[in-house]
C-alpha cells in the first residue's frame, strides 16, 4: 500500500517534467539533422572561363558552368547568363542568344542561353566560347548570373521587378589561363 501512496501525487510534476525535457531535446535533435543534410545537398555553381591564345592581339575565351556544390544538375536546368565588357571587342559567340545592355558608362554584350548538358559536382560543362580582341582580360570585364530551379547563383545575386540586375551583387567570371 506504500507505493500507491507515493505514486501518484509524484506522477504529474515528474511526468510533465519528462515531457518537456524529451520535446527540447527532440527539437535540437531535429535541427542538428536538418542542419547535416542541409550541408550534405550543398547547391552551389559558378561561371568560370578558359583563355586560349590565338595571336598577339586576340583570345577565345571558353566559357563553362562550375558546379562547386554537391547536388547534380540536369540538362537543360541552369539558364546562364555572360556580361562581356564592349571594350574587350567580342566577336560572334557559339552558342546563346545576344542582346546589349548598357550599365552607367560601360556597354556589355549580355550572352544568355539553357545549359544542354548536365554538370556533376566538382564539374565543369562549357557553355559557349567567343574571340575577344585584347591580349589579355581585365577584372570585371566578364560578369555572370545562373539562373536555376534552385535559385540565383552567386546567392548575392538581386534582380528587381522590373528586371534590372542590381550590378553590385552580380558575379564575376574566374579567369583561368591556358596557352596553346
Same mark, same amino acid.
Given at each position: 500500500?506504500?507505493?500507491?501512496?507515493?505514486?501518484?501525487?509524484?506522477?504529474?510534476?515528474?511526468?510533465?517534467?519528462?515531457?518537456?525535457?524529451?520535446?527540447?531535446?527532440?527539437?535540437?535533435?531535429?535541427?542538428?539533422?536538418?542542419?547535416?543534410?542541409?550541408?550534405?545537398?550543398?547547391?552551389?555553381?559558378?561561371?568560370?572561363?578558359?583563355?586560349?591564345?590565338?595571336?598577339?592581339?586576340?583570345?577565345?575565351?571558353?566559357?563553362?558552368?562550375?558546379?562547386?556544390?554537391?547536388?547534380?544538375? &540536369?540538362?537543360?536546368? #541552369?539558364?546562364?547568363?555572360?556580361? !562581356? $565588357?564592349? =571594350?574587350?571587342?567580342?566577336?560572334?559567340?557559339?552558342?546563346?542568344?545576344?542582346?546589349?545592355?548598357?550599365?552607367?558608362?560601360?556597354?556589355?554584350?549580355?550572352?544568355?542561353?539553357?545549359?544542354?548538358?548536365?554538370?556533376?559536382?566538382?564539374?565543369?560543362?562549357?557553355?559557349?566560347?567567343?574571340?575577344?580582341?585584347?591580349?589579355?582580360?581585365?577584372?570585371?570585364?566578364?560578369?555572370?548570373?545562373?539562373?536555376?530551379?534552385?535559385?540565383?547563383?552567386? &546567392?548575392?545575386?538581386? #534582380?528587381?521587378?522590373?528586371?534590372? !540586375? $542590381?550590378? =553590385?551583387?552580380?558575379?564575376?567570371?574566374?579567369?583561368?589561363?591556358?596557352?596553346?
Amino acid at each position: 500500500m506504500l507505493a500507491e501512496t507515493t505514486f501518484w501525487p509524484d506522477f504529474w510534476p515528474n511526468f510533465w517534467a519528462n515531457f518537456w525535457a524529451d520535446l527540447i531535446v527532440g527539437i535540437v535533435i531535429a535541427g542538428l539533422i536538418s542542419w547535416v543534410l542541409s550541408k550534405a545537398r550543398k547547391v552551389e555553381a559558378k561561371m568560370s572561363v578558359r583563355t586560349e591564345r590565338i595571336d598577339q592581339s586576340s583570345l577565345r575565351l571558353r566559357f563553362s558552368i562550375w558546379n562547386t556544390g554537391k547536388v547534380s544538375f &540536369r540538362r537543360e536546368e #541552369i539558364f546562364w547568363h555572360a556580361l !562581356i $565588357d564592349k =571594350k574587350i571587342k567580342p566577336q560572334r559567340p557559339t552558342d546563346g542568344a545576344t542582346d546589349e545592355v548598357p550599365v552607367g558608362e560601360q556597354r556589355f554584350v549580355h550572352v544568355k542561353g539553357i545549359l544542354s548538358s548536365p554538370v556533376f559536382p566538382s564539374r565543369q560543362t562549357e557553355c559557349f566560347s567567343v574571340t575577344v580582341q585584347v591580349d589579355n582580360v581585365a577584372p570585371g570585364d566578364l560578369l555572370y548570373y545562373l539562373s536555376t530551379a534552385h535559385g540565383m547563383f552567386p &546567392r548575392t545575386m538581386k #534582380i528587381n521587378r522590373e528586371d534590372n !540586375i $542590381d550590378m =553590385k551583387t552580380i558575379g564575376h567570371v574566374h579567369v583561368g589561363l591556358t596557352n596553346r
